[in-house]
């Protein structure tokens, strides 16, 4: 079973598809379990100001790209450099060891979006 707040970002997922010219992109896919995840930012001034994700894979990873997306937008590249995969399980109320991979994909995708962009 699924905590409720995950279900809520699997079924209404927040901030899905892509911005067109993004300031910053990456696309990370985990090697063990297939699961793709791709964020792009628009990103003004030292400040995140619109987020988008897509994401193939597991409930847990369109979940995480969902609330990541939320937890970043209008706030600074230097809060969201912060952000680990504790914060992101925490926000959809725990997640279980088999899909802790998800926090990971989602965390370690928006760290090389932001790879060489100054705060």
Do not use: W
């Not at 209404?12 to 930012?41: F, I, K, M």
């Amino acid at each position: 079973m699924y905590p409720p707040q995950l279900l809520d970002h699997f079924e209404h997922p927040r901030n899905a598809g892509d911005l067109p010219s993004p300031t910053a992109s990456a696309q990370l896919e985990n090697p063990v379990c297939g699961d793709v995840l791709r964020l792009t930012l628009i990103i003004n001034h030292g400040n995140i100001t619109e987020a988008r994700f897509r994401a193939k894979g597991c409930v847990a990873s369109i979940a995480c790209g969902s609330l990541l997306t939320e937890m970043i937008t209008n706030q600074t590249i230097v809060y969201a450099k912060e952000i680990s995969k504790e914060d992101l399980s925490a926000g959809l109320g725990g997640l279980n060891p088999e899909s802790s991979h998800a926090a990971t994909l989602a965390v370690d995708t928006l760290r090389a979006a932001l790879t060489g962009i100054k705060s």
